[in-house]
């Protein structure tokens, strides 16, 4: 199980890791453990299958977002549906971009021409590394990892360090960056590329990632939460474009998961929210001052 300690908040992030009958018992622990430093235990982006699981433990769920799973097996860039898409790679292409994926070992002689993409994106976005849920770009972790490169020419414009195993259940992007000047279809390249690269590997999942206080119910009679989520995500633009997020990925036409939130009830759940939020921050200030 990972974690993280921010106060009085232990929260792992996402379910254990490994045989499914040894979660129970996992958790009781983590919770015991908590309890007993004077701490409460919060788990992070866990999936609805796995929800028995910490509702036994005494905890509540709170619905975070959704997460874009895309069925590799079954994707295509053919079809109306995919026309958009289609459009932004055949651009991306005329433009002169191309995609490679960097195999661990090559990574270390691209890692200037990494580095220095990293910090322009970071400048241009006036902020700082993020970690716990999110990864940051540090030597050693980045070498560690196969990266997917475009380029523009001989230029190197964007990458995204790739998460991946040899079981081949799901692929995803961890890091990514990409120059300020970069075509505007980079980005659309890079993930229709990255895509069409895990399929002919085998994969059965890419997972474009969670777009927060997406998927929130719509019903009058929805908790006040949901409530809350709806209004945040529809008129939430001056903290964080989630709509933009959710419109991004839908262009690869996943399907939408849920996430989230299991913890204490009461006001537990607003103190987790905001120490979790400093824990990929780097502290309170940085949530604020991005």
């Not at 990458?159 to 040899?166: E, G, I, K, R, V």
């Not at 692929?171 to 399929?199: K, T």
């Not at 945040?232 to 849920?258: C, T, V």
């Amino acid at each position: 199980m990972m974690f993280g300690r921010r106060g009085r908040t232990w929260v792992a992030l996402y379910d254990p890791v490994g045989p499914v009958a040894e979660w129970p018992e996992l958790v009781w622990r983590f919770v015991e453990q908590a309890r007993e430093a004077g701490g409460r235990a919060a788990f992070y982006q866990v999936r609805p299958e796995a929800l028995p699981v910490y509702l036994d433990a005494g905890l509540r769920v709170y619905k975070l977002g959704e997460c874009a799973l895309v069925d590799l097996p079954g994707f295509s860039l053919q079809g109306k549906q995919r026309a958009n898409l289609r459009h932004g790679v055949s651009r991306a292409q005329r433009e002169g971009l191309t995609f490679e994926v960097l195999a661990p070992a090559r990574v270390a002689m691209h890692h200037d021409e990494l580095q220095a993409i990293s910090d322009a994106w970071l400048r241009d976005h006036k902020t700082a590394e993020k970690a716990f849920s999110l990864g940051a770009f540090q030597r050693d972790y980045v070498l560690r990892q196969p990266v997917a490169v475009v380029r523009q020419g001989e230029r190197m414009v964007a990458f995204a360090t790739l998460l991946c195993t040899d079981q081949k259940q799901e692929a995803s992007v961890d890091l990514m960056r990409q120059l300020p000047d970069a075509p505007r279809s980079a980005m659309d390249f890079l993930f229709a590329q990255l895509i069409l690269h895990f399929q002919a590997l085998g994969h059965q999942r890419f997972n474009l990632g969670m777009v927060p206080l997406s998927g929130m119910a719509q019903h009058p009679l929805a908790p006040n939460g949901h409530r809350l989520g709806r209004l945040l995500f529809n008129h939430g633009e001056n903290f964080y474009n989630f709509q933009g997020l959710r419109a991004f990925k839908e262009k690869f036409d996943p399907i939408w998961e849920p996430r989230y939130l299991a913890s204490p009830g009461g006001f537990a759940p607003f103190f987790i929210l905001a120490d979790v939020a400093a824990l990929i921050a780097g502290g309170l200030r940085r949530v604020i001052t991005k």
